[in-house]
């Protein structure tokens, strides 16, 4: 019983290394790109701020950032319009949309994501922009004429890690986050999906073993 | 065999001495004597793996959902990302529906291609039915529950379905959803639904197995050339031929549970429920997907409706439609054809319930319903006349 609790104590923080095993990687560099430039339009509300905790292992730092939102580490990101009408009439008429799970319902998924945010150009020849419009060839929405303004400028943010922060790279990270986001457990799927397919073959093994050794005898 | 009751020291004899019918029970369950059956029929086992393994994951979600229209959605994903191994629970809920469904329709499937409805299993095969029955309400439920997009507007189809029916539909479901619509009452309604029928299920299983034992497994080889008589106990031989069978389910499970959960989870159910705003295409889950095409295929709602009801309700007149002494479809090359239509035309229902209602996806699911109401109601019953008639005048039988 005590090795039983033993065991599962192990796996257990194993387990919870697994998922926090993020540190500068394109996640953690996302969730900075989101800290300083997403939210403050956008809402992610089915996440918490605690839930960050997996990428930023500080945790006085997460709770510093909820409580500049008047909020805590339990409570939802929610978006910081108080109301749906404020947030449309901030942004030209649309709703900045809530993140949770973007990178699986948007369209085209997070490749689109990716290249969206940095193929935002001047308008060519001829297209004229109302007010609160931003062109961007890639959108899908609005013929080109897109209501978000450029979230990213090269150099706009410096990483924690060093890493320069253009425009195509903040873009690549922030889509990996937003993957994370949409199914934050995803690497601990993948490892105890390993461990149960290979438990599963091993004992498919035996009792075909097993199986055959009792088929061999007679019926009595 | 050991006689548990020799024994006054261990647990077995204790019990055995306070519940007598103990002994003979486990003699008959070990002894049970088997025909050869093939593979096909392991996939009751993997029925019950899958029932067991839904109940518990079932009953740890219970504990962390609140059935409130503004509370749902976010009760889901307070599971998926916050309550530990929440996700992992849930999913072998939601990857359970699938596998469960699978082996169900195999198992069916099986009961129809090798005859497994005919005397003396009648009971057997009905008790089946009405398990499939509460499998399908019991799904349609539990769909509903995490209240996203889908949830609702699946639920909304329904609703309108059953408000069809003349004179009764509407005050049914202004009753039965508590007369508010699809709203707070209408979820803790389908949530108690859900969650009462697991148990109704399971009782019912028991039955069925029940059924099953009065009368012993049919015999594959029956009506083959050379038929094999010599039965095998279920102990040890099935039992290690079902753990081989159960061990292969459990592999395909966990294959789509943690690499595949996009084939599960549909997009656009992790977007809340919004009554204002219809999705583009409303599409069952797969396995009800065969029966939303029978809806759609009639031109009238209420006909739709009939239509997918009598295509369960034909199956239990089954035993009577065809009483010809032939079990196994292989040796009946008229049913042979006669299924394997039956199976394409289920088949093509379901593509064609997951796929919005084009021209051609309408006219082949038409072409499936007459497919499987012609072979069931037409083509079993004449053969089965047929086969009787063969069976009293063997010398015919033997020209043919």
């Not at chain 2, 009238?300 to 009598?310: C, E, P, T």
Request: charged residues 10%; glycine residues 8%.
């Amino acid at each position: 019983m005590k090795r039983l609790a033993l065991l599962s104590a192990l796996l257990i923080t194993g387990l919870s290394d697994v998922t926090s095993a993020h540190a500068d990687t394109a996640e953690q560099r996302g969730l900075f790109v989101f800290q300083h430039v997403c939210s403050s339009c956008h809402g992610m509300s089915q996440a918490h701020y605690g839930d960050m905790a997996a990428l930023n292992p500080s945790l006085p730092a997460l709770e510093e950032w909820s409580k500049q939102r008047h909020a805590d580490l339990n409570s939802p990101i929610a978006s910081p319009y108080p109301n749906e009408a404020v947030g449309k009439a901030a942004n030209g008429g649309d709703f900045p949309p809530d993140l949770s799970h973007i990178a699986r319902t948007i369209k085209g998924g997070p490749s689109y994501i990716e290249t969206m945010l940095h193929s935002y150009t001047a308008p060519p020849p001829g297209v004229v922009l109302a007010p609160h419009t931003y062109y961007n060839p890639v959108a899908l929405t609005h013929h080109h004429r897109f209501k978000m303004r450029p979230p990213l400028q090269d150099h706009m943010l410096s990483y924690p890690d060093g890493t320069e922060a253009t425009t195509a790279q903040m873009a690549h990270d922030v889509t990996a986050f937003l993957v994370w986001s949409d199914d934050a457990h995803k690497a601990s799927r993948t490892l105890i999906g390993s461990c149960v397919i290979a438990y599963l073959l091993i004992m498919l093994g035996l009792i075909l073993w097993f199986k055959r050794l009792i088929w061999q005898r007679k019926p009595h | 065999m050991t006689q548990p009751s020799s024994s006054n020291t261990n647990a077995t004899g204790w019990l055995t001495r306070r519940l007598p019918f103990l002994a003979p029970l486990h003699r008959h369950m070990t002894q049970f004597p088997m025909p050869p059956v093939n593979g096909w029929w392991g996939l009751g086992a993997c029925l019950i793996v899958a029932l067991c393994l839904m109940g518990l994951s079932g009953l740890f979600l219970a504990l962390n959902y609140t059935p409130d229209s503004q509370q749902a959605f976010s009760a889901i994903e307070e599971i998926q990302r916050r309550v530990p191994s929440g996700w992992l629970i849930r999913s072998i809920h939601t990857t359970g529906a699938t596998m469960l469904f699978a082996a169900l329709y195999l198992h069916v499937g099986r009961g129809l291609w090798y005859g497994s409805y005919k005397a003396p299993r009648e009971l057997v095969w009905l008790s089946g039915l009405v398990l499939l029955l509460l499998f399908m309400i019991t799904a349609f439920a539990g769909y509903v529950l995490p209240w996203g997009q889908m949830s609702y507007w699946g639920a909304t189809v329904i609703t309108h379905a059953v408000e069809a029916i003349p004179a009764i539909g509407k005050p049914l479901i202004n009753v039965l959803l508590g007369g508010e619509g699809l709203g707070t009452i209408a979820l803790h309604r389908f949530f108690v639904l859900h969650f009462a029928l697991g148990f109704i299920v399971l009782a019912i299983v028991g039955l069925h197995v029940v059924f099953l034992h009065g009368v012993g497994s049919s015999n594959p080889t029956a009506d083959s050339p050379q038929p094999v008589t010599q039965t095998r106990p279920f102990s040890p031989y099935y039992i290690s031929k079902d753990g081989v069978l159960v061990c292969v389910f459990l592999l395909i499970y966990a294959g789509l549970l943690f690499f595949l959960p996009d084939w599960i989870e549909k997009t656009s159910n992790i977007i809340p429920a919004n009554p204002l705003k219809t999705p583009s295409d409303i599409t069952p889950e797969w396995y009800l997907a065969p029966f939303y095409a029978m809806l759609r295929a009639v031109p009238s709602r209420l006909g739709g409706l009939i239509v997918a009801a009598f295509s369960v309700l034909v199956l239990f007149a089954l035993p009577w439609l065809d009483r010809s002494p032939r079990h196994n479809a292989t040796y009946r090359p008229t049913i042979r054809l006669g299924m394997t239509l039956v199976f394409i035309a289920f088949i093509t229902l379901g593509a064609a319930g997951v796929h919005s209602p084009t021209t051609l996806w309408l006219w082949l699911s038409r072409v499936g319903l007459i497919v499987w109401f012609g072979v069931f109601l037409i083509l079993l019953p004449l053969t089965a006349q047929r086969e009787r008639r063969l069976a009293r005048s063997p010398q015919e039988g033997s020209q043919s």
